[in-house]
């Protein structure tokens, strides 16, 4: 049994689509539970492609490729995890901010959370600080990130937080922000929550946002 997770685990890594899909009904076939599929199988491999990543091993193509497999898994388990009582983790929203049309690196925090079980709502690009409000209004999640990749439109990371206040919803949510020109200090100083340089790391301080 055990097997046939570790196959899944390397057909990930591998960014091998149509073989993950297989294998996770293969898996299901045996009487696994999608749970466990997910968390020993796709969510194990992307662990490894997050520590890979972070560690120089594996480059941004490789990662895209082997999220790309894993959500060929998820299509898979997704109505199933929905019928049973598969705890999810938490639910993040995140964005590119306004008059921002980079999301290579969003994506990559997206697919990333997903592999580690988080329930993901991504707003798109060019996202609008009121547009964050209604997100959050309407799916309360845990968490809300915001990607910028130029120094014109990080700024409206600050203006987004400023919005959420405005609102009377900001503390109902971790604010993580990141993207090229986003530092620490830069994260501080808007009253974001957290700063992530990278999607492995995005994953472990959400883990710990999150609780
Ligand atoms: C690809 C790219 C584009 C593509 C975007 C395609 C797409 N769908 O995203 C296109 C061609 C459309 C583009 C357009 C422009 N671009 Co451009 N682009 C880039 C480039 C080459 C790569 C960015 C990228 O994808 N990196 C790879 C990803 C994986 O890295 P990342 O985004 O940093 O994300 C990681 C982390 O930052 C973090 N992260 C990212 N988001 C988040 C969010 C959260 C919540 C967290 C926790 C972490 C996190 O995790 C990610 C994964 O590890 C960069 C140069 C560079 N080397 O960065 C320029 C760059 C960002 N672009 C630049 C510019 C100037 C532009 C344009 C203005 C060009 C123009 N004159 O038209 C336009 C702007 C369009 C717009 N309104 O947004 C400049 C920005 C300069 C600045 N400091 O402001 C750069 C730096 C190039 C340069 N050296 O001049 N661009």
Redesign the pocket.
Known sequence: MADILQNIASEVYDGEEQEVALLVKQALDQGMAPGEILQGGLIASMDQVGQDFKAGDLY?PEVLIAARAMHAGMDVLRPLLAESDTPSAARYV?GTVK????????N??RMMLEGAGFETIDLGTDVEPQAFVDAVREHQPSLL???A????TMVQMKATTEALEEAGVRDSVKI??????VTQAYAQEIGADAY????AS?VDIARDLAG
């Open positions: 941004v995140i008059g921002d049309l980079h999301d290579i690196g969003k990559l925090v990130g915001m990607s990749l130029l120094t014109t993580m922000v990141g993207g090229a020109p992530a340089p990278d999607a995005a």
